[in-house]
């Protein structure tokens, strides 16, 4: 029921990149996610000026300007809000929304919430680096407990949330995660994400190289990694670890544990079903140090995307008494004739 | 319906011609109050009478039985002259419990009509009502008013005397058994009441029957029994000719964005967050999705409003409306729409405040917070609707001035106009004036801040227009090329192109009327709601031969530009309002006008005979 | 590490009625939670006087004025933030949160979010109509697909979230829920979350007698009760279902299945273990009509409190430097003399 | 230290005292130009000097290296006079490198003096600051300025030859080289930023010795190159004797914070989001655990007003500080603690708007917001400090007010003074004003919004008091009993208290001081940081003979008793301010006086000249 257009023309990354100077810290993780989605936006095969980028505030929200599309770089945690009307005005828009995890986790919790519930045809890219950026390195609501910051010299106290599970709570029908480090795996995911009907959310795991360097290092360093990621595949037995010492997942009741392949029948190990809602829940609680970390798409499944439901509730009304009539309107009901 | 339905004509004893009358009805929020009200108004338009109603029930969804805080009112006014507001004191009090009469009874005139169910008055009723006795024993009660002890409710059973209903739900009928007499003694036709109830009950004609017998009981009742010794009369007041309904205000205000979705042949999207008393606007622009107003109902008031600004920089109509609170959270996301020179139109139908406040009244203190309340230099183009029909226009005004200069407007209803009613000749919506609209498609020297000469606005792009690609945002942006800009001379060149922007909507302003001699002692400047009530003192302090006049501001930001002008053909200024006083304060910076403010924030209306006094007593000082 | 004080007197009931009139319509279910609440008050052992009620608007929200202890009946939403800061000043005093399905989950979405993953030590009571109840009966964010209302004539496009399932994506210590109409067994759980030590958050459903009646009739009614309300009781199977035909649950990985208990061993039921957060998840999807709706408490686990985390570390830095001295702080760093 | 550190006492060539002196350093952001401004103040400040200074850093956090909006500055005015504005055209401009020159050059007096990186000069940079050639090679540029192209780069590597320090360590050194060069040009010690970088560096006793030589070396350059043909020498500025520091205007605000804690004895919370230029508050906030101020980060600045009015609810003592849209998130928040009248303080760090605007750039004008920008009447207190030292006494003072009248109190500090320093004598906090708390134990006659008659303050009650368990909320309270009421003239009446309250308030504000004659033909009336500006505008046209005053306003809501009777002393009134006109509004309104507004929003603090040469012209006007 989407309403989105097909590209009439080939782009390359090349018709993605506006002319704007791109005002990120040298070596922000932000860069290599701009590329990423600069080269997957050809795949998505939607003419240029259908495609609208909306962000809030934060250095990731900066992303509209360097995007030759549509953009609009609104207020801090209010993007979901604005992208939904947005969509409601427009379901022949494809529509993005660039956040962060202080724009769209702590201020902008509630609209992530009700854009995620209400399923709305919007792709959210959520850029995770631990850290408030552009106020200059205060923690956020993904830090980790004890985090010293600016504003929490002694650590902070807040335990952080997930936002894959946080997602998932909020009853998302598309939940990914991916690494800023991992650029073809990262391309791919945001691919699949895009192509979501529904709200599709992606957590991408970013660096900021000035006040929370190597926040996610378990994942970019060579030897941590090899226990740390954990690639989804759907499909595909959950395996890590050591090419000659493989490791896996079985769940136990809805508990999970780590094995060694070599220890355990094959049947028993766990295998990504995307379409498990029941499973996802249980893999956006995994978490290093004590399970690897999960990389890829979580969850997808259909649902109704809520302003198509609304769109087709006009449609119906129009079909079933006609477009309004504001002449017959003023008139209806009880009038009454003087002079 | 050729039943031998009682006429006007039939009434055998002597009718007193009446000016006007106000009439309250009053009892528990389970008597059915309101209904009763709005058919009594309905009866009283019919008959060609001139009205203004004002409607009053609890805060409480349901308050238990019998309660003070558990009464619920309908007042109204109507007149063979014109009507301008629901009236200061009643005529004619009915009082269906002894609650009713404890909180309505000092409104009642010397003298007045007091109609009581003495059937209510019973211990359980008056103790909740905190009465330690009877009131209706109190012979002081028969000394200052006309009473009429009835017992309501056994006459209405009686009338309905062998239909298939159960006694509680004959007892129900009661409020249109009072609705029937007091028809009879204002001689009002109860036609459209029998056909509204035969309506309302079609699917249950046990009801319609025992409704329809119960206000003809009443009726009669009037008629035959010996207590009513004469009946009133009201001629057709002097209306313009034309087809006439009953509008409330939120419900116009629905209409009118309506009628510019219409006319513009745009996609309207409404934001909403329910709240009182705007929560009606949504609910009634819910029930027509076949003119392509989209209401979203949002998380908060937050959300509401960034919904309509992403709605405004898809190519659509952005509105919400919302009250107290609700307009505070606003302020970030209008602010973005003040730097994105995007259009959006926002309705705060005002409460009284602050914080929560009294969520179900009225007040008029939010002008300050419309025209200041948001970080920096924000400026918005403000309106406010006189009367409930008056909000069908003004807002079809604010969206056409919101597109034609790409800029958020604020519209100042309030909870008496919302809920208001008043006979509204029905408008033609081809003659309401053009909006026209155009969407910048042409790439050539197209930058998104370049500027229409005569209103400045910036050109409005659909995206999905290819080659106007762009990206705007709320950090400052260079004046025509709409980059973020940190320049101090263009930051200082936008906040004034933004504040001139606005200035420029006054060449929208048509001549204000002055309703009185256009020089002279003293001048009464109000504006919203308050026009019925400045107009009724006003023209009664004329009828004295005092050179008073009136003006009532529709726009307030920016101000009309003859404003100052007819100020100083004055010698006094008054500003009523129901605020501390908010206009009077911009009037004095604005033009240094000694103004003064007359100012009651109790929730309610000002009544014209507190208005009246106050100009009295400025002309007194004056001496 | 609570400082909650011990009561000096024994209380009843009558001692937490305030001297207010109740304005609640005749028949809301808010009645049933009042009187469990005043009544299960005195287990607490808490003098009346350190016992707050914050709420935020709404009918819910009325609810601190009905209690005779301390009560702030504040904006809407924003009741959890304000008890946070509460807490904060004040971790002596023990304070319960009153709210709704719209002011807790609509407006209110974000504080609560951050009241759980904070873990501040608050017990959070949220009644569940399923509707808008003081603004006369619109949807609200737990109203089912398709909710005719006032504001959704033609039905509601919005999918609903789950209280429970929000939660626990929140990161909660504490998770339970109940029925207003199940008297004793509400009590129950309602003094077990007010003993929890950190945040608690009890979704309590609740009938609405005007705008949405009987919107839990699944739990009320006696013939469909039975095979829909699953009352969780820690270590012991997960049973429902008449008596002579009990049903049970098991899980397949982490996917649940309803069996007939006579068809299964014993050994595969699943025993509820409220310790197990990863069940816990799986038991928040649970819903009518494919799954009995769990009833009890779905979670508890320990977790440090946030406001004790910060009071820690006051403590700490005077004990390692004495007490703040503005008199020495003033003249700390480079200063110069002149004259 | 006693190593042979130069002391002005060897400087050879000729000194010519001065006055004053207004010195920019500008590089890149990576050039370490705010350490080096920083510490030639302290120098200055060091040696007597009064000052005032003006940093300037770019909006974003790492801009490319060599960009124009990569150019950080740091400007100080230092003399012998009293300093009241860090000055408007440069006497001395530093500038590291291309981007630098091109954005600062324009600030330079003619014949100023100029000194240039020559080694950052090279194609990659020009390039990047849009240079087509060298500017160095443009005559024009000796023409106009004291032109001193100095090789830092080169220089400074030689200095620190054999140094274990890599190439790029020992390149960063270069900003410490042009410190210690400006440094000897105005005779101003080193010693205190040796002292500086010893500390500083105390664990890399290599970096500690590198930027020790480059200091060195370059007070030892200006001493030796030919191409410094003088030096200048500003004697001790005559200020009150006493024990100095410097301060910036966030710092103050939160160590103000601190000694109303210390006072007290209460616990106080501090709420706060992160937003520029506020944030510092909150980690200045957070260093200091010892004082029992209770620090949370909340999730938005919505959470972070509730926070403080729960903790004021609490007993506790509630202030946060935001900017920008952060602080119109909080209308509803202090709305709640205006109508439950708890005491909670807000600092609003204003900044330059509407909507995000330019975070990083100064302004005035939430004035209106502050006074209106909540729903319905909801009076606060507003004051406004005037330099940063004073942020100190206005946050004290705020908290002292909001306790004894049971009132939010907002405070308009901003951009500006929340990052710019001044010397600032040390008080003894002894000294400060007693803040009285009492709270309510008695129940006997208890009632929670019983009044204090002096103050009509409701009484605080800690939760916790036995006895005194009560209930309140957002919604109209009666007046004593504290129930909620939908009474009219009860909601009338608490609308006039509310007010009251707050105009109460004016008896806490001293007499007002005027600078300079008691009338005549102008007065210039100011508030917050335009202070030092207005100051040495009026100081300069009273020097000229001219019967012109000023008076400076800290409290602005309410307004001093005493200042209508002053304005009416003079023939015209200036308002200079950072925003389009809103003091002016004020005192229009309240006085009918034609004050006249001098308006300029650039993001910037103004300039002396331009205040002087308004003031000039409306004398002219007058006749
Ligand atoms: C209403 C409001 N409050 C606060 C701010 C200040 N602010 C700007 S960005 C930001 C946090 C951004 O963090 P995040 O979303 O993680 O983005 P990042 O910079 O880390 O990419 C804050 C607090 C603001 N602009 N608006
Ligand atoms: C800022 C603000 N927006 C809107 C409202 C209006 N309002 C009051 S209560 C309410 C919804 C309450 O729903 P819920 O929390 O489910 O409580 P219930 O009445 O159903 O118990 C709304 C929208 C308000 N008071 N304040
Ligand atoms: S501050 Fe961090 S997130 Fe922001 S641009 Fe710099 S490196 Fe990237
Ligand atoms: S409206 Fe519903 S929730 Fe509110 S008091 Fe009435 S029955 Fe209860
Ligand atoms: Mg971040
Ligand atoms: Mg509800």
Same mark, same amino acid.
């Given at each position: ?26 070596? $922000? ?7 990423a989605?600069q080269?997957?936006m ?16 934060? $250095? ?6 360097y ?9 801090h ?15 022949d ?5 660039v ?21 709305v ?64 795996y ?6 699949r ?18 006040y ?5 290092n ?6 941590s ?5 954990l ?14 010492d493989?490791?896996g ?16 029948? #094959? ?22 140090p ?11 499944? #259909? ?16 079909? #079933? ?19 | ?6 006429? =006007? ?10 000016d006007?009358?106000v ?22 338009a019919?008959?060609?009478?001139? +009205? ?16 003070l805080?558990?009464?619920?009112s ?5 007149g ?15 009082? &269906?419990? =002894?609650?009713?009469l404890?909180? *309505?009874?000092?409104?009642? !005139? ?7 169910n003495?059937?209510a ?20 009660l ?5 009473? *009429? ?22 007892? /129900?009928? !009661? ?5 029937? +007499?007091v028809s ?35 009726? *009669? ?37 309506l ?6 042949k ?7 967050y ?6 009606d ?7 027509? !999705? ?34 107290g ?14 730097m ?5 139109v ?30 920096s230099?924000?400026?918005?183009v403000?309106?406010?609707? &006189? ?6 226009f ?8 919101? +597109?034609?200069? &790409?800029?958020?407007?604020i ?11 008043? =006979? ?9 004036p ?7 498609t ?82 009464v ?28 501001? /529709? *726009? ?9 002008q ?5 010698? /006094? ?26 100012? /009651? ?9 507190e ?8 002309? !007194?000082?004056?001496?």
């Open positions: 029921m989407s309403e989105i257009t097909e590209a009439p023309k080939k782009y390359t990354k090349k018709d993605f990149e506006s002319d704007q100077d791109v005002r990120w810290c040298p070596g $922000c993780g932000d860069y290599a996610i701009l590329s989605i080269k997957m050809p795949d998505l095969g939607i003419p240029r000026e259908n495609i609208v980028f909306i962000s809030g505030i934060g $250095c990731s929200s900066r992303f509209p300007y995007m030759n599309t549509y953009g609009f770089h609104t207020i945690g209010r993007a979901p809000a604005i992208a939904t009307g947005l969509r409601l005005a427009r379901p828009l494809k529509v993005f929304v956040t962060g995890d202080g724009d769209g986790l702590s201020i902008g919790g509630n609209h992530l919430l009700h854009v995620l519930r209400r399923n045809n919007v792709t959210i890219l959520l850029f995770n680096n631990r850290i408030y950026g552009l106020t200059k390195g205060q923690y956020s609501p993904t830090s980790e407990l004890g985090k010293v910051t600016k504003s929490s010299p002694a650590g902070s106290a807040d335990r952080p949330v997930s936002p894959c599970a946080f997602a998932l709570g909020a009853g998302a029908t598309f939940v990914a995660r991916t690494v800023d480090r991992n650029v073809a990262m391309e791919e995911t945001l691919r994400a895009a192509q979501h009907h529904g709200a599709a959310f992606v957590e991408i795991l970013q660096n900021c190289n000035v929370n360097d190597l926040a996610w378990v994942l970019y360093d060579r030897e990694k090899i226990m740390n990621e690639r989804l595949e759907h499909g595909k037995p959950l395996l890590f670890g050591p090419v000659d493989r490791h997942l079985v769940l136990e009741g809805a508990t999970p544990r780590v094995v060694r392949v070599k220890d355990a029948p #094959e049947s028993v190990l766990w295998v990504h079903d995307d379409g498990n809602t029941w499973k996802a829940h249980v893999l956006s609680q995994l978490w290093a004590d399970f690897p970390i999960p990389i890829g798409i979580l969850m997808q499944v #259909e649902a109704p995307a809520y302003e198509e439901v609304l769109l087709e509730q006009e449609r119906a009304a129009i079909a #079933e008494r006609g477009p309004g009539d504001v002449a017959k309107l003023l008139v209806s009901g009880d009038t009454w004739r003087i002079g | 319906m050729s039943d031998a339905v009682a006429s =006007p004509a039939t009434a055998a004893k002597p009718r007193r011609q009446l006007r009358a009439v309250r009805f009053a009892g528990d929020s389970g008597d059915g109050m309101q209904v009763t009200g709005e058919q009594f108004a309905t009866e009283a019919w008959a060609g009478a001139d +009205l203004v109603t004002l409607p009053n029930f609890p805060a409480e969804i349901r308050a238990p039985a019998g309660t805080f558990g009464v619920s309908y007042q109204l006014q109507f063979s002259r014109r009507v301008y507001t629901p009236g200061d004191r009643l005529d004619c009090l009915v009082a &269906m419990n =002894p609650a009713a404890k909180v *309505h009874q000092r409104d009642l !005139k010397d003298g007045g009509l007091l109609i009581v003495t059937a008055f019973e211990k359980k009723n008056l103790d909740r009502a905190g009465y330690t006795g009877n009131p209706l024993d109190d012979p002081a028969e000394d200052h008013y006309r009473l *009429h002890k009835v017992d309501i409710t056994r006459l209405t059973m009686d009338a309905l005397e062998g239909l298939p209903l159960n006694v509680k739900e004959k007892e /129900r009928c !009661k409020n249109f058994f009072s609705l029937g +007499l009879w003694i204002y001689t009002r036709p109860i036609e459209p009441t029998v056909a509204w109830i035969t309506k309302r009950f079609a699917k249950n004609p046990a009801f319609a029957e025992a409704n329809t017998r119960a206000l003809k009981a009443g009726y *009669h009742y009037g008629e035959t029994a010996e207590i009513f010794t004469e009946c009133y009369g009201i001629e057709p007041a002097e209306m313009p000719p034309g087809l006439y309904r009953s509008i409330t205000g939120n419900r116009a205000l629905a209409w009118g964005i009628a510019a979705a219409e006319r513009t745009l996609t309207v999207v409404y934001g909403a329910p709240i009182t008393p705007a929560s606007v949504l609910h009634e622009i819910s029930l027509h !999705k076949r003119f392509g107003v989209r209401a979203i109902q949002a998380e908060d008031e937050i959300a509401a409003v960034g919904a309509i600004v992403g709605a405004a920089f898809g190519g659509a109509i952005g509105v919400c409306a919302s009250s609170p609700g307009i505070a959270l606003k302020a970030e996301g209008m602010n973005l729409a003040v994105a020179e995007l259009p959006i926002i309705f705060d139908v005002q409460r009284a405040g602050p914080s929560t406040g009294l969520p179900t009244k009225t007040e008029q203190a939010d002008l300050l917070m419309a025209l200041y309340g948001r970080n230099e924000s400026p918005v403000v309106l406010a609707p &006189m009367t409930p029909g008056d909000c069908f003004v807002a079809y005004e604010a969206i056409r001035i919101a +597109l034609k200069y &790409m800029v958020p407007v519209v100042l209803s309030d909870g008496y106009l919302a809920s208001g009613a008043e =006979p509204w000749l029905i408008p033609d919506p081809k003659t309401l053009d909006i026209p609209v155009s969407f910048r042409n790439p050539e020297g197209f930058a998104p801040y370049v500027r229409d000469e005569a209103t400045l606005a910036r050109p409005w792009v659909r995206p999905g227009t290819a080659g106007l690609e762009h990206r705007i945002g709320g950090l400052e942006k260079e004046n025509i090329t709409g980059n973020v800009s940190y320049d101090a001379d263009n930051h200082d060149l936008m906040v004034r192109l933004r504040a001139e922007k606005v200035r420029r909507v006054a060449q929208e302003i048509p001549p204000t009327t002055v309703n009185g001699p256009a020089a002279g002692d003293l001048l400047v109000g504006w919203g709601s308050t026009y019925g009530t400045i107009t009724a003192a006003v023209e009664e302090v004329q009828q004295s031969g005092k050179a008073v006049a009136s003006v009532h501001l /529709r *726009h307030l930001n920016p101000l009309p530009p003859d404003l100052g007819i100020l100083r053909q004055y010698e /006094r200024i008054l500003v009523p309002e129901v605020n501390s006083g908010q206009l009077v304060r911009i009037l004095r910076a604005e033009y240094l006008v000694d103004a003064v403010g007359f100012n /009651r924030v109790r929730g309610l209306p000002l009544s014209t005979e208005v009246r006094e106050a100009i009295d007593q400025l002309l !007194k000082d004056k001496r």
